[in-house]
DNA sequence: ACGTGATCATTT
DNA sequence: AAATGATCACGT
């Protein structure tokens, strides 16, 4: 049987049937091909085009959130997150989850944070990124759904808690990447010298450096493992 | 200027 | 080698 080159779709995925249908055709395929059915150039290397594997993407999925910090597939619920993996499928980067928030802080809560709204339901697509494998023969790997279980909720909300906590406090300066069992706290800016101010409760503000909120790799390495070694296994 | 897409590059 | 802190491009 003749094997149909995928086309862009033109809208989102009406549904998450659609949606791994999409995700279907374009696993086992390379980002040159990808890339050029979709008439864009693809550059030698990432360094100046950090997002743009995340981008061909979500254009390929159909995604449509914009800059907004609300899931990819809005309609869905559900997030799209491209995850670089080596030949053993052991995440190589951090996963970008959203910015830190600094204004607002007395009302947030976990369950209405946008750390959960991106988390709930995460469509992983995995990406081959070795450094030495050129960018254009990279191959897309197969997708798979995530939803936090109860015990990775408990994880990520007790980091989240631990985070809010420090920087209502007006400590978010003095938060370092090694703080967080799963979910770290980053620096996110064009450079080190970028000033935002935080509104702290009570009026008070101060200069901070934007931040965002990552997964460390270890926690994206155990869904991997989980989902394409673990799955369909007798409990023991 | 800010948030999302992330990876880069230096330190540990 | 792994992790942390720094950085690049794009759309709005």
Redesign the pocket.
Known sequence: MAVTPPQLPSTPPEDIGELKTRAQLLAGRCLGQLAALAGLPLPA???????L???L??RWLGAR?????LP?FTHLGI????L?VDSDGKP?????V??VPLCDLEALEWRTS?VFA?LRHVMWVP?Q?E?AVPLAERVVGQAFFWRPSAVEEQLLCADWEYHLARIRAGDVNAI???DGAVL?V?????????I?WAELPHQRTMPT??C?FYL???FTEYLVQRYFFDAGRPSP
């Open positions: 290397d990432l360094s100046r085009s950090k997002g594997v995340g981008n993407l979500e959130a914009g800059n907004r910090p990819d997030e799209l997150k491209t670089p190589l980067q951090s996963t970008y959203t910015k946008s991106k990406i990124a450094p370092k990447g090694s770290q980053r620096p996110k800016a064009r450079s080190a010298e970028t935002t450096r934007p965002g460390r790799p270890s």
